[in-house]
């Protein structure tokens, strides 16, 4: 995948919702899953959609959440939503993520660099932002597709 194309295809993750990150069930590929709306003036239904990061060989995943956040949201509570009302704290129970700034490319990327002259495939860097993660992902190609409602992440197996 060229970058213009890999450019392209994130740009669709700006100001959505991440609903899911992780490695597959296989544990090579590394997949989000974006929850994708349009102003509702534009007629476009919300999506679901599946972010593959094919022959992924490094995955960082940071908080982003303050440690004074932090320290008043470890109550269990707010791992559910209606149990987290009238909680001071981050409510993880929303079970999203604000994809913002969003996704980048990491330019000139030394890892990208060393696993491709490593392995004979180019490989890119790619930043991911949300209000609670910091996601930085080494891979060397990017399938995108639709995904049912209902989707969990061990239902679809390969690329």
Same mark, same amino acid.
């Given at each position: 995948? %060229?970058? @213009?194309?890999? /450019? +392209?295809? +994130?740009?669709?993750? $700006?100001?959505? @919702? ?14 989000? *899953?974006?929850? +994708? ?6 007629? *476009? ?5 599946? $972010?593959l990061f094919?022959?992924?060989? /490094?995955? &960082?995943?940071?908080? &982003?959440? !303050? #440690?004074?956040?932090?320290? =008043?949201?470890? %109550?269990?509570? +707010?791992?559910? !939503? /209606? ?21 980048? *490319? =990491? #330019?000139?990327? @030394? #890892? ?5 002259q490593a *392995?004979?495939?180019?490989? !890119?860097? =790619?930043?991911? /932002?949300?209000?609670?993660? %910091?996601?930085?992902? =080494? $891979?060397? %190609? ?9 989707? &969990? ?7």
């Amino acid at each position: 995948m %060229d970058a @213009a194309a890999l /450019e +392209l295809a +994130l740009d669709e993750l $700006f100001d959505q @919702a991440l609903v899911h990150h992780g490695y597959t069930d296989y544990m090579r590929d590394y997949e989000l *899953i974006a929850y +994708l709306t349009s102003d509702p003036r534009t007629g *476009i239904a919300p999506t679901h959609r599946r $972010f593959l990061f094919r022959n992924c060989v /490094e995955a &960082t995943c940071r908080s &982003t959440v !303050h #440690p004074d956040t932090w320290q =008043v949201s470890l %109550d269990d509570r +707010l791992t559910t !939503h /209606e149990t987290a009302a009238d909680l001071d704290g981050f409510v993880w129970g929303v079970r999203w993520q604000v994809l913002y700034p969003g996704a980048s *490319i =990491v #330019p000139n990327s @030394a #890892p990208a660099t060393r696993w491709s002259q490593a *392995i004979g495939l180019d490989f !890119h860097e =790619v930043r991911v /932002e949300t209000n609670a993660h %910091d996601l930085t992902l =080494v $891979f060397s %190609d990017l399938t995108v597709t639709d995904v049912p409602l209902g989707y &969990t992440p061990f239902t679809v197996t390969g690329g």
